[in-house]
């Protein structure tokens, strides 16, 4: 044969360790943000979107394309917007805006002060500072000469984009009072039903820009009597957290405050910062003595009975079921309870304060918006989300593990849906740090589980078939979903990773 004639030979594949290593380094580089080894699937749904804009065919393409176009290029903040997450609602962990109410704003009055300055630090698509603007335009109405100013920043320009129009769908308003939506809100009309749009004397109080928490100097101007910075955090390395809560303390007046969000906390600086409410703080000044030995009671972070009180053995247990693609978190006395077949149930639990949960997730992986409870990611994120808002302690976490059986009929030697969800949720609490107990994973049998959070306890009954019948045709359901992904291959023919 003429060598000339030959077959080439095959491309090396992309190797996905080399490749998901080389975009996490990016980001961290870009951002301060942390991936652990179970957001590769996330990554993998985000950047397909670019790669087909840009018409490339490999991951490794993507990374030369950023590495050609410099530290400055359109595509790099492309990049940031698609692996940056962006979940937020309108007076999101209301706690927060009664403590601006009740005590922050009350100590400006007292003080004779009639000017007030906060920064959404992480604003995403606008919900927050709107709600902050609603909040103080009704404690600090400027008709009683009160000067209200709000910045809020993102590092995402897409998002940033559309908190600066502030338009939503009606459905995202439903959490706002009525009588704050009809003074704040404009409701469309024609090309525009469904929507509402938040009023110019409303959008007047915010000045909207991009701020990088990684650049030497942030565009924002003056200091600030409180920040907001919620759910931001956990995104970040120790370090980079740490740099960031004192580089926000040098921007706060005196007396001002720092809110992070509900699965955030500032113990391990307690010689810097005391907490001044849920998930509130405040930077120590030289005079006040450093944070001493916590009580028993914060120490924990259980919930102790009051003299005379009920024990925890006294109160009647709470019974919760739960189905394909819920979660569930309590705190106290109660019994969480599931039938499984192919879907796997995490539970978890803090046990120093009796918090815990359990969810029920189909598919590995995570959906294409990334907010599907179906599948694994987000299930066992917002699960773990879920039990630090009821005060568990991440670090004390442990869990067990149930479900994954072989029991579908659309099972064959490419996919086995059971065993996929037991190595997912295996390797994701390996990432994650938390412990795995105890585990029932595999078999051909469905599961009844019921798991009792306050106590850790879980016991495991095989289902006979006419129990697992039912359970089955609702798992094959979602199952087909990623027998078509494995099976058929992409329209674009893009390869990740």
Not at 74 to 96: A, G, I, S, W, Y
Not at 122 to 127: F, V, Y
Not at 222 to 241: E, P, S
Not at 407 to 430: C, P
């Given at each position: 044969?003429?060598?000339?004639?030959?077959?080439?030979?095959?491309?090396?594949?992309?190797?996905?360790?080399?490749?998901?290593?080389?975009?996490?380094?990016?980001?961290?580089?870009?951002?301060?943000?942390?991936?652990?080894?179970?957001?590769?699937?996330?990554?993998?749904?985000?950047?397909?979107?670019?790669?087909?804009?840009?018409?490339?065919?490999?991951?490794?393409?993507?990374?030369?394309?950023?590495?050609?176009?410099?530290?400055?290029?359109?595509?790099r903040q492309e990049f940031v917007n698609c692996l940056t997450t962006n979940k937020t609602d309108f007076f999101r962990e209301p706690h927060h805006f009664d403590y601006l109410r009740e005590t922050l704003i009350p100590k400006l009055k007292a003080a004779g002060k009639k000017?007030?300055?906060?920064?959404?630090?992480?604003?995403?698509?606008?919900?927050?500072?709107?709600?902050?603007?609603?909040?103080?335009?009704?404690?600090?109405?400027?008709?009683?000469?009160?000067?209200?100013?709000?910045?809020?920043?993102?590092?995402?320009?897409?998002?940033?984009?559309?908190?600066?129009?502030?338009?939503?769908?009606?459905?995202?308003?439903?959490?706002?009072?009525?009588?704050?939506?009809?003074?704040?809100?404009?409701?469309?009309?024609?090309?525009?039903?469904?929507?509402?749009?938040?009023?110019?004397?409303?959008?007047?109080?915010?000045?909207?820009?991009?701020?990088?928490?990684?650049?030497?100097?942030?565009?924002?101007?003056?200091?600030?009597?409180?920040?907001?910075?919620?759910?931001?955090?956990?995104?970040?390395?120790?370090?980079?957290?740490?740099?960031?809560?004192?580089?926000?303390?040098?921007?706060?007046?005196?007396?001002?405050?720092?809110?992070l969000g509900h699965s955030e906390s500032m113990y391990w600086m307690a010689d810097s910062f005391k907490a001044v409410g849920n998930t509130i703080y405040q930077p120590r000044t030289s005079a006040e003595p450093s944070a001493g030995a916590p009580s028993p009671r914060e120490?924990?972070?259980?919930?102790?009975?009051?003299?005379?009180?009920?024990?925890?053995?006294?109160?009647?247990?709470?019974?919760?079921?739960?189905?394909?693609?819920?979660?569930?978190?309590?705190?106290?006395?109660?019994?969480?309870?599931?039938?499984?077949?192919?879907?796997?149930?995490?539970?978890?639990?803090?046990?120093?304060?009796?918090?815990?949960?359990?969810?029920?997730?189909?598919?590995?992986?995570?959906?294409?918006?990334?907010?599907?409870?179906?599948?694994?990611?987000?299930?066992?994120?917002?699960?773990?989300?879920?039990?630090?808002?009821?005060?568990?302690?991440?670090?004390?976490?442990?869990?067990?593990?149930?479900?994954?059986?072989?029991?579908?009929?659309?099972?064959?030697?490419?996919?086995?849906?059971?065993?996929?969800?037991?190595?997912?949720?295996?390797?994701?609490?390996?990432?994650?740090?938390?412990?795995?107990?105890?585990?029932?994973?595999?078999?051909?049998?469905?599961?009844?589980?019921?798991?009792?959070?306050?106590?850790?306890?879980?016991?495991?009954?095989?289902?006979?078939?006419?129990?697992?019948?039912?359970?089955?045709?609702?798992?094959?359901?979602?199952?087909?979903?990623?027998?078509?992904?494995?099976?058929?291959?992409?329209?674009?023919?893009?390869?990740?990773?």
């Amino acid at each position: 044969m003429n060598p000339s004639e030959q077959t080439p030979p095959p491309r090396r594949p992309v190797r996905s360790d080399d490749d998901f290593d080389a975009v996490r380094k990016l980001l961290y580089e870009q951002t301060g943000i942390v991936l652990n080894d179970g957001k590769l699937d996330m990554v993998r749904a985000r950047l397909a979107k670019r790669l087909r804009v840009l018409g490339l065919t490999t991951m490794r393409e993507y990374l030369r394309h950023l590495e050609g176009e410099g530290p400055d290029g359109t595509e790099r903040q492309e990049f940031v917007n698609c692996l940056t997450t962006n979940k937020t609602d309108f007076f999101r962990e209301p706690h927060h805006f009664d403590y601006l109410r009740e005590t922050l704003i009350p100590k400006l009055k007292a003080a004779g002060k009639k000017q007030i300055r906060i920064w959404s630090a992480g604003c995403s698509t606008g919900e927050e500072p709107y709600t902050l603007a609603m909040t103080l335009r009704e404690e600090c109405p400027s008709a009683q000469g009160w000067d209200v100013k709000l910045v809020a920043s993102d590092i995402d320009t897409a998002v940033l984009a559309a908190a600066g129009k502030g338009v939503y769908d009606a459905d995202r308003v439903g959490d706002i009072p009525q009588d704050l939506l009809r003074k704040n809100f404009l409701r469309g009309s024609g090309a525009n039903a469904g929507k509402v749009a938040v009023r110019q004397e409303l959008r007047s109080l915010i000045d909207f820009r991009q701020v990088n928490f990684m650049e030497e100097t942030w565009p924002v101007p003056g200091k600030f009597d409180a920040i907001f910075c919620r759910n931001v955090m956990i995104y970040f390395d120790r370090v980079t957290q740490g740099r960031l809560m004192t580089r926000f303390a040098g921007m706060l007046e005196p007396g001002g405050v720092i809110f992070l969000g509900h699965s955030e906390s500032m113990y391990w600086m307690a010689d810097s910062f005391k907490a001044v409410g849920n998930t509130i703080y405040q930077p120590r000044t030289s005079a006040e003595p450093s944070a001493g030995a916590p009580s028993p009671r914060e120490k924990l972070g259980r919930s102790v009975p009051k003299a005379g009180g009920a024990t925890p053995k006294q109160v009647a247990e709470q019974e919760h079921s739960i189905i394909l693609g819920e979660v569930k978190a309590t705190r106290g006395p109660s019994m969480i309870k599931t039938l499984l077949g192919s879907c796997v149930s995490a539970c978890i639990y803090d046990p120093e304060t009796g918090v815990g949960g359990m969810n029920h997730f189909s598919l590995p992986g995570v959906s294409d918006d990334g907010t599907c409870a179906r599948y694994g990611a987000y299930a066992m994120e917002l699960l773990v989300t879920e039990i630090m808002k009821k005060g568990g302690n991440r670090n004390r976490l442990r869990a067990k593990v149930f479900g994954g059986a072989k029991v579908l009929n659309i099972e064959s030697e490419q996919l086995n849906v059971g065993a996929k969800n037991a190595a997912f949720v295996i390797q994701f609490l390996a990432d994650e740090g938390i412990p795995i107990e105890s585990q029932c994973l595999g078999g051909t049998r469905g599961l009844l589980v019921r798991f009792r959070p306050h106590t850790g306890q879980a016991q495991v009954k095989p289902l006979a078939g006419r129990e697992l019948s039912p359970i089955m045709a609702r798992e094959e359901k979602f199952g087909r979903e990623l027998l078509k992904q494995v099976a058929a291959p992409p329209d674009d023919s893009i390869t990740l990773f």
